[in-house]
Structures are given as structure tokens and as C-alpha cells.
């Protein structure tokens, strides 16, 4: 099975790849052109300056309703001895837009002139010349140039090209892209059943993904259909690709140096290689290459490292063939709830969530894998942290790249702490009815969360905290550890938690005390989290060693990891909410209800968005979706428990 | 003529009149849905929460190229003591993405192993349970929310629904509006010959504008063919619009109280006017009515007007109609050139023209009027000057809401001083090569440009400064004007400059000394242009007085308007350029050949930006095009004349 494997040319930084890749292809911009009428022109990119045909207004226009007159005819007038005019000879009505009448060169406006009768009117004051006249060429002048070549067609521009009598204009066409998904895990999404999807196998998406980038950025796509990892079939689509008439040729998949990627080498038979390999984060192995003149790039598989590829290299190569500049993301200073290391030698693309809390945006570091599609479509902007620099530090601000608007991330509520299943559908009744409002939560734990409160990076917190002494919820705790914050608890529900085993319950598992048995693997929660308190107090209370426990050391962070855990086989029993396992159709062993609250700063409690927050938690919809999911008790949600 | 006259209702303010019309249709958002393809669905709006259907993976996956193993068989291993393996048995070769074989727990990266034969391998170091595993449900649990309803889908999400096992998804539909341009005076583009139109016919390009930005925030739109201001037909049109089952109506033109403006009674008519008038500027003949419960808008006729009113009402109204929050302009800190006074109890929407000079952002203002569309499609932003303000003060910043991207702000080259047609073909050049540089050029005569520099409002400025006393241009200005700013002088043209007549001289216009006859109209430049000083040296030197000229006190800005005033038989003539003569077809008396040049403070003399402007004005195909415009010198093109 281990056969051949590629070897990695000498890596090169982000920067060089891209100067070796543009030096390459700068004779980009040179892509036909084609007419297209002014409307259908929108979005796309001028060929050519255009210069007006016909002036706006074509001729000397009234600017209001009124009547037209000789200026020098009415100098004189005034309220003590006013002057009569005759219509028809020394005043003509004239509404806004007309044509200026011959031998007139002045408009006085309806409202300021007394009709004597059919034939006379009566002014009371002068005219200017020109006055309420716009003239000839006022706004545009015929032979101008109204827009440079390479400039971005908008529907305001639509106006002006019709208005100065251009009614087709040359424009770039599109660069055309094939994209063609390798790799023999890959099944297309029209020909699934989800029921029919084996292990191993991969619903394609990258193809979709990258065409729609492309789209996005002013090029068309064509998507090949998926090619299983056979390095004949993909030198021949590759083949025929450079012999027709696409303008870059992505091949998705195959890039690295395993020992069924064949991207390097059939770019390399075809043409040639001019990169592999990019000291970046996602996005490692990507290959740059050339056949026939076109710029062929392999892009790795995994679905973010093929997004920055994208980005970084492909979006580049169209916006120089359509003459635009590089698409700069705005960006914004954040400060990151907490230090993260990173990989000298390496620049990597850190995805983030953001929120403002206070007066400063705080960057929550999202999964880094390149694997996870989730980490980039939870993302409000992304870090670049570069190649010579160690990671960043927790209190220090730096640039973040923007995903969405500005707008959108002050308008973000900062959820840190425990999870539960609830806050998805509170995020989602709060989307549904304040569609500029949205929530964004990390799970850390409960403690982790009152750390956050304490360190002023979040708006509030879930937690569950149990004071083993006198059973009270979260209280005790706010005391011990936030004693100088003043803090609003506001309950959200109360939940079942148990131990979620598999359907069946094949190992007869009863409670807790059945964990120290030798043919049960465990599956845990981090330490901090308030599932894990109860389970070591459980575990004192019972008498038991944590370490008689197979699987303890193991640690899963959300309740829904948990229950895959179990699902997958990798666990028989891990403690956990009762919604988790309902989800995955497992089986539950109730242990305890407990009571999971909202732990709110005073300072943020009376703010717009925390009171819409709470006006939603307390709308008979979020509680109906809540009880439906079982394992769930609203009697108190909403209620002020502490203050 | 004159008929019966609407009258205004009380006027409201732009945010009472928002108010009456998000009130009135707040049952928006609850337009019908449809399903389409995943792929389909980007720009679209979810109308329902979206869950995984599956997890991702589905299955425990190598992350890494290499060997899966059972990490407790390879407790021990290290360099001192190796531990064998048997292929098959204790080890699986196992690329990146495929499933992990059963009783393995671990994948060991293919450099860290020795392969002693072919069933055979040896590791030096143990592997730790999960290493470079990508856990089943690590990316995206089965069950949980991967977007709440309201999302709007990215290219990104495309990935994200895939990889969930979500192939079809249900989004709002596109609110359908309907377009009806009225007015008599319009032509439709497609059956205009521009030799054949008359005066007082104008292309309709409004119901373009308004589509295209109808369909850039997610509606669609159908324009009905151009109605003349009948009202009996106007009324029918909205009629029968306002049956079928279009989401909302904008009449176009007519909205004002003249006495062909007939969208007001069409409205009141079939259903109920809402608001007529809204104190804000361009837009204020807004009318919002209602019709079978919909909303019917009528629109100004002035682009300008038109383009506000649709972002201020419509939309904001599509947007709650797709559950998005309204669009939010990024603002800027600009600080506006000059005093600028705006009238109380009116927002004016001023359109202006930005760059950054230094450390700060200026803002140019363009015209004011409604009816020109350059004013907006040559504008970087738009600072509102509220109802209770006056006006804008020069040295005071405001917020300006950006049109373009600031990174665009940041690369504009700001022109401020003399007008030359030259420096359409630079910005055109510049444009060519450079796209992301734009020039932004202000016509404010020579001495306004030194003015500029002065107060450090612009990068560099045109002057053609004539020293009366030993014919030099421009040096004896900036010392006397701009005595303590460093400054280099550039020149850009040489240029012609005379009378301009029109063609075929029917009056007989031999030089200057004909403007004081009196059968003579003349136009004039504004006090400060370089063409203005020219003037009246020649006036002295020939013993004439202004007085004596009839027209010398009506004033033109850039000497295309000057021959616009002559082409359209407002004046006899005109002095100015060559080129603005020639393009129009006019003739021209050569009065004298000046120095056209660039004054450029040190400041901004070696930034990248002017250094790319001087290499482009000392290019060939620059200087290529300059000469066939006529009338210019380029022989010293591009030196520097004064340093």
C-alpha cells in the first residue's frame, strides 16, 4: 500500500508564492473583451474610457414649475410696484424639466406669482439671469469622460452612462475557471442518500464553495465532475482543460505529498511546477504551476486550507484579469480573550469570533484545523499572525481582517461559558425577529466563563456551578470569584443530566457508580466545567477514585461531543444533558436536574441588546422550543434569581 | 396651460416618514419561501433554522498521512528502545481523510516510522489516544443548528450545509417590485438615435438605477414600459400592479405638486397617501401610499432624489422583507475643504469627494442639485447634515458614510486647482495600470488650488498663473502665496489657449479687442482661474474695461462649460482651451500659448503614489494621447520646472 511519494519543492512564504505566481501571469489583464448594454453592464469592469455622447441636460432646462421669462424684462420689480407680464409673449408656464423657450433665460417659480387673470400675470420681484435653470451641460458635457477604463460598473453609474447618451459600453469578460474535485472518498451531493453514506465517504463541497468565491469576484465557473484519485484521468481532464478555452484551471484535492496526490506531478508532466508548498496556515500544500500559458493551481482538500488558497492566490489572479485592485479586507483592532501560540516560520490565518464588549472588540480564537469548514463560516475576521512572530499575547490588541461588517460585529452578544443546547435556539428566535442582533458563543466551561465575566471579554455567561455544600447553584461561586463585579443571575432553564449510553443501554450501565467497572470507557468533560464539579461530587459522595475510572483523563467539551463520543464507539457512558442524547437517538440514566443561569454584568444587564435578549428568552416560543426538546424545565426561565 | 395644483401634505422628517412606513408594513418578513439547491442558495436568506443532518465527519478520519495504530501498543517506544510492528496486525498504512481502522486509536505520521521490510515497521516514540485523529462530529454534529433562520448564505456556508448532509434549503423569496417610469419628456434608450433626439427629450434611466439597486440588496424587479403623465393611464398601470402579485411599487416621476404630477391622486385614489414630502434633500416630493395592503412609493424624478428616497424607503423595506437588518454605510472621520451652509429644517444627503491628505481625510463637496447624477457617481461618501444644523464648518470634522471602500479613500490622488482636459486622459492612464489608484480632481481655478495646498487639503494642483510683470507662470505665485511650503513645480502641458465661437465665427470675432462690442455675449471664467488673470491682463494691456463687456459677470468653472455656453447660443464666446473648443465642435481664435504645471508640496512629492502619477505623465502613450486632443504642447511634459 505505501508507494511513491512526492517530495515538497522548497517551501515558499506566502509572499514569495504570490510574486512568483503574479510575475508569472502578469500579463493578466489582457483578456478579451465584449459589449454588453449599460444595465446589463453592472458589476462587470470597463474596457474602455467612455467618454459622453450628448450633454445632460441636451438643452437648457427649467429646474422648477413656474413660468420662463426675460431676466433684463422683469429688473424692477417689487412688492410696492409690481410688474405685470403677458403670457404668452413676455411669460410662458413651464414646468420643471421643459425646454427653456426662445428669448427667455430665467424660471420664477409658481408660488411667486399672482395671476391676474388668463392672459397676465403679476411679479413682485426681479429675476437673475439663469436662475431656476439648468443648463445645457450642467450636469454632463458631451466628449467628457465619464468613466475610466477599469472602473467597477454600479447601478448609480447606470444613470450616468444613459444620461450622457451611452447605451452599450465594452467590457472584460469574465475569467473563466474550471474546477475540477479529486479524490476517491468524494460523492456528489445530487446522487446522495444520506442513509446510503458509508464511512469514508465525503459529500463534495470545496468545488461549490471555491466556484461561488470565484463568482463573487467577477469570474464564471465550471465544475468537472469529481475524478477518483487516478492519476491518468486527471492528466487527461487537466490536459484537455488547457487546450480549451478556461483562463485558470483549479484542481481541488491531491495537492499534498501523500502517496495518491497527483496534482504536482501531473501539472509537472503537463507544464510546470512552480511552487509546492506554502509556509501558510491553513493552506500548506498548494501548488502553483503553468501549462499552455495558464496558471494551474492545486488546491488542498481540506476545506479552509482550499477558502485562503483561494484567496490569497486565485481571487488575486481574476481581480488583475478584470484591471481591479486586490480585494482589501477592512480591518479593525482586537484584542484576543487569551494568548495563543502559534508556529514560527508559519503565517497563520486565525479565525475568530468577534464581539464588542465595553469599549474594545474581543477576538475568541475559533477551531484551527484546517478541516473545519465550521471554524471560517462562525468566523467574524481572521488574524494573520506571521511567519517570524511566536503567537500573540492575551492583552495586547492586534489587526483582525473583517468577515462582516463592523456594524455586525458591534451588534454581537458574547455568550462564554458552559454549554446547552438552548442557546442555539435562543440564538436563533433572537435572528428571527432582530435580524441585526446576533449571539455568539464559546464553550469553555462555567468557571471559564465567569473568568471571561471577570476579565471583562464577555456580555455574559452560562453556567451551572453547584455549591456542594449547601446545593444552591452559581452564587456561592460569584462570590468566591467575581467578588468586585456586580452581576445580574437570570435563570435560563432547568436540565436534566445523566449518563448517555449507547441505544440500548448494552453495557446495563445504572448510574455513576457503575463507571469504576473495568469494561466501561468514559468519556469526560474539561476540567472547569460545571458537568465535571458534578461528577467529581458525585464521585466523593459514592466513595470513588477518579483514577479507577477508564477514560477519566479523556475530556470532550460540549455535551454533544460527549454523546458522539458514545455514538461512535469510542465511549460507553459519558455524563451529559438530557437533549444531547435525544439528538443522536442514544439512551440517558437520569442523575440530577439541575439549574443553568445566565450570569449578567450590571453594566451590560440594562443595554438594548441584553434586554431584547431576556424579552426573548421570556416569549412563549423560545419556551415552547425548549420543552420540545425535552429533558427541559421553563418554570423559571427568564426570572431574575439573583441580583 | 396651467391646471389644478397638488398641494404638499404636512411635510415629515426623513425619520418620521421611515417610522409611518416600517409601521405600516411591519407584516414584512412574512413573504413566502421556496427551496432551492444549496449551491443556489448563496445571497439568498434562510427562512428556517438549519441543522446538520449528519456529522463531520461521519466517521473517525486520518488527519494525517501515516500508519493507524492502537496507541497502548505503542506505550515504551523511544529512540534508546524501538518498538516493531506487523503491518496488518499492530499498524495500517492510512492516508489523510480515510476511515480508521477498527481497534486503532492513533495515527503515527509516515516520517516518524522505519520501515524495516514490507511487514515490518519500527517507531521511537509512542503515540498518544486520538493523535492526528479528526474525531467523527469534531467539525459538525448531527442534530445542531449549523445557521439560524435570517442567515444570510455565503460561499462559505455552501461548505458548511454540504458537509452536513443539507442539500436543499428553504429561503425567502426575492420581494418582486415593480418599476413605471412616468413622464413625458423620457425616450427609452433601446429605440433612441441620439442625432434624432429632441430637445426637451431625455433617456430614462431611472427605473434602471432604481432595479439595479433593487437586485443588489436581494429583490427583483420588472420595469414597466414608460408611461407619458396621463393620469388615467398612470392609474390603471398601478391598478393592475397593485392586483398581481408584485411586493412593492415605485412610481418614477411625477411625485411632486406641479401640475402634471399625478402620482399623488393615483395613490390617493386606489388606496391612501401616507406621506407627501419629506424634509430631506435631494428626495423631498417623496409620496409613501398604500394600495390592497401594499406599499406604494411614488419616487422623484431627479436621479439623485430618485437614488436616496430608495435607499432611505425601499431598501430598507426589502430588507426587513428578507429578514436582514437595513444596510449600514461604514462612516469615516472626514474634514470638509470648506464652510459649506445647509438649510435649517432640511437633512441634506451632500454628496462629496474624498482623499486622504496626510493624516486626515478631506472632503470635497460636489453639486448640489437633484438633478445631477454625476454628483453621486463621482462621490466617495455622503455626509448628512442634519435638519438643526446649518451647516458644516471648514475645520470641524464630520462623519461622511462611504460610497467606496476606505482603502480606496486612501489611494485617491486629490486634484484640487485648475481645469485641463488633460487630466481626464492622466486619471484614465493611471487607471490603466495602476487600478487601484484614482484621481479625484477638483476645478476650482488656479489660485484655489494654491489655496488648497495652503490650507493642506490636496496632493497636488493645476496652475496656469501668469506673472504679468516678466511673463513667467506660476513661480511668483507660490512665493508669494505659499511662502513657507516647500514645493515642487511640475509641468504637465503647454497648452492653447483663445477665444472660443462659435463654428464658422458668425460674428466675426477676430480677438479680445471684439468683446467690448455690443452685439457680443460673452461668458466668463470665475475670479481666481488662471484663465481669468489671462483675461483681464489682456484687458489692460489692450486699454479696455471690464464694464464694457457684455456677459463679463456671468461665470463658468472648467472651460468646457464655457464652450457649452457657446455651443448652446447663451454666449458669443468664450476664452478658454483648444481642446474643450475642438470637442466640441467649435471654432477657436488663438489668443496665446501658456504654461500649464503641477504644483506639488515636498510632502507628497516622493510618496508612491505621485511618483506613480509623474512616471505615468512621462510615459508615451500618455503624451500620445494628449497630442491628439489638439492644441497642446507636451515638449516639456513631465520635468520638473521649479524645484
Known amino acids: 500500500m505505501k508507494s511513491k511519494r512526492n517530495v515538497y519543492l522548497k517551501m515558499k512564504t506566502l509572499k514569495q508564492a504570490r510574486e512568483i505566481l503574479f510575475e508569472r501571469f502578469s500579463m493578466f489583464g489582457t483578456l478579451s473583451n465584449e459589449r454588453v448594454s449599460v444595465p446589463d453592464a453592472v458589476g462587470r469592469v470597463l474596457a474602455e474610457p467612455?467618454?459622453?455622447k450628448i450633454s445632460a441636460p441636451n438643452f437648457?432646462?427649467?429646474?422648477?414649475?413656474?413660468?420662463?421669462?426675460?431676466?433684463?424684462?422683469?429688473f424692477g420689480a417689487s412688492e410696492a410696484r409690481p410688474k405685470e407680464l403677458i403670457v404668452g409673449r413676455d411669460a410662458f408656464y413651464i414646468n420643471t424639466g421643459n425646454v427653456i423657450p426662445e428669448n427667455t433665460n430665467a424660471v420664477i417659480m409658481i408660488e411667486h406669482i399672482n395671476v391676474l387673470d388668463e392672459n397676465r400675470i403679476e411679479i413682485e420681484a426681479p429675476a437673475f439671469p439663469w436662475q431656476y435653470i439648468r443648463k445645457m451641460g450642467e450636469d454632463i458635457v458631451a466628449t467628457e469622460l465619464l468613466f475610466p477604463q477599469n472602473h467597477l460598473v454600479t447601478p448609480y453609474c447606470v444613470g450616468a452612462l444613459l444620461s450622457g447618451g451611452v447605451f452599450t459600453v465594452s467590457v472584460r469578460k469574465k475569467p473563466k475557471l474550471l474546477i475540477i474535485p479529486t479524490g476517491s472518498e468524494l460523492v456528489e451531493w445530487r446522487d446522495t442518500k444520506l442513509e446510503n453514506l458509508k464511512p469514508g465517504q465525503v459529500v463534495e463541497s470545496n468545488?461549490?464553495?471555491?466556484?461561488?468565491?470565484?463568482?463573487?469576484c467577477g469570474a464564471t465557473?465550471?465544475?468537472?465532475?469529481?475524478?477518483?484519485?487516478?492519476?491518468?484521468?486527471?492528466?487527461?481532464?487537466?490536459?484537455?482543460?488547457?487546450?480549451?478555452?478556461?483562463?485558470?484551471?483549479?484542481?481541488?484535492?491531491?495537492?499534498?505529498?501523500?502517496?495518491?496526490?497527483?496534482?504536482?506531478?501531473?501539472?509537472?508532466?503537463?507544464g510546470e511546477t512552480l511552487v509546492h508548498g506554502v509556509t501558510m496556515m491553513p493552506g500548506k500544500p498548494l501548488i502553483i504551476g503553468e501549462i499552455k500559458n495558464k496558471p494551474v493551481l492545486g488546491i488542498p482538500g481540506y476545506p479552509v486550507s482550499a477558502i485562503i488558497s483561494f484567496e490569497q492566490f486565485v481571487r488575486p489572479l481574476i481581480c488583475r484579469a478584470l484591471g481591479q485592485p486586490d480585494i482589501e479586507p477592512q480591518k479593525t483592532e482586537v484584542q484576543p480573550i487569551r494568548k495563543i501560540a502559534s508556529k514560527l516560520g508559519v503565517e497563520e490565518f486565525l479565525r475568530v469570533k468577534l464581539g464588542k464588549v465595553g469599549d474594545r472588540v474581543v477576538a475568541t480564537p475559533l477551531p484551527r484545523g484546517s478541516g473545519s469548514i465550521t471554524s471560517i463560516t462562525e468566523a467574524d475576521g481572521i488574524i494573520r499572525i506571521p511567519n517570524h512572530v511566536e503567537g500573540l499575547k492575551d492583552k495586547e490588541p492586534v489587526f483582525a481582517e473583517l468577515l462582516?461588517?463592523?456594524?455586525?460585529?458591534?451588534?454581537t452578544i458574547v455568550v462564554v461559558g458552559s454549554h446547552d443546547n438552548t442557546l442555539d435556539i435562543l440564538a436563533d428566535e433572537l435572528k428571527a425577529k432582530h435580524s441585526n442582533l446576533k449571539v455568539s458563543s464559546s464553550h469553555v466551561g462555567s468557571m471559564g466563563g465567569l473568568m471571561a465575566i471577570k476579565r471583562g471579554v464577555c456580555h455574559l455567561a452560562g453556567s451551572h456551578l453547584l455549591d456542594t455544600e449547601d446545593g444552591s447553584y452559581n452564587i456561592s461561586y460569584i462570590r468566591r470569584y467575581l467578588p468586585d463585579t456586580k452581576v445580574k443571575l437570570v435563570n435560563l432553564v432547568f436540565r436534566d443530566q445523566g449518563l448517555i449510553v449507547s441505544p440500548g443501554n448494552p453495557k446495563n450501565?445504572?448510574?455513576?457508580?457503575?463507571?469504576?467497572?473495568?469494561?466501561?470507557?468514559?468519556?469526560?468533560?474539561?476540567?472547569g466545567s460545571g458537568t465535571r464539579i458534578l461528577l467529581d461530587y458525585r464521585l466523593r459522595q459514592l466513595g470513588m477514585d477518579s483514577g479507577s475510572i477508564t477514560g477519566y483523563e479523556n475530556e470532550e467539551f460540549t455535551?454533544?461531543?460527549?454523546?458522539?463520543?458514545?455514538?461512535?464507539?469510542?465511549a460507553d457512558a459519558g455524563l451529559g444533558i438530557y437533549a444531547a442524547a435525544k439528538a443522536l437517538h442514544l439512551d440517558f440514566i437520569p442523575v440530577v436536574t439541575e439549574q443553568y443561569d445566565l450570569v449578567i454584568p450590571q453594566e451590560h444587564?440594562?443595554?438594548?441588546?441584553?434586554?431584547?435578549?431576556?424579552?426573548?428568552?421570556?416569549?412563549?416560543?423560545?419556551?415552547?422550543r425548549v420543552q420540545a426538546l425535552g429533558g427541559y424545565s421553563t418554570e423559571k426561565t427568564g426570572t431574575v434569581v439573583s441580583d
Chains 1, 2 share one sequence.
Open 559 to 570: 455535551h454533544m461531543s460527549v454523546a458522539v463520543s458514545v455514538l461512535s464507539g469510542m
Open 221 to 270: 465557473y465550471i465544475r468537472h465532475e469529481i475524478l477518483t484519485d487516478n492519476v491518468e484521468k486527471i492528466r487527461q481532464a487537466v490536459d484537455d482543460a488547457a487546450h480549451s478555452d478556461f483562463d485558470i484551471i483549479l484542481i481541488d484535492g491531491g495537492s499534498s505529498a501523500g502517496s495518491e496526490d497527483y496534482s504536482k506531478q501531473v501539472i509537472s508532466d503537463l
Open 404 to 411: 462582516r461588517p463592523l456594524s455586525s460585529v458591534q451588534n
Open 60 to 74: 437648457h432646462a427649467a429646474a422648477m414649475d413656474g413660468i420662463a421669462v426675460k431676466a433684463e424684462n422683469t
Open 509 to 527: 450501565i445504572r448510574g455513576i457508580e457503575d463507571l469504576g467497572r473495568e469494561d466501561i470507557m468514559f468519556i469526560n468533560r474539561q476540567a
Open 207 to 216: 468545488s461549490f464553495v471555491l466556484g461561488k468565491l470565484a463568482e463573487a
Open 50 to 52: 467612455v467618454t459622453a
Open 605 to 624: 444587564f440594562d443595554s438594548d441588546n441584553i434586554r431584547i435578549l431576556l424579552e426573548t428568552i421570556n416569549t412563549g416560543e423560545f419556551k415552547k
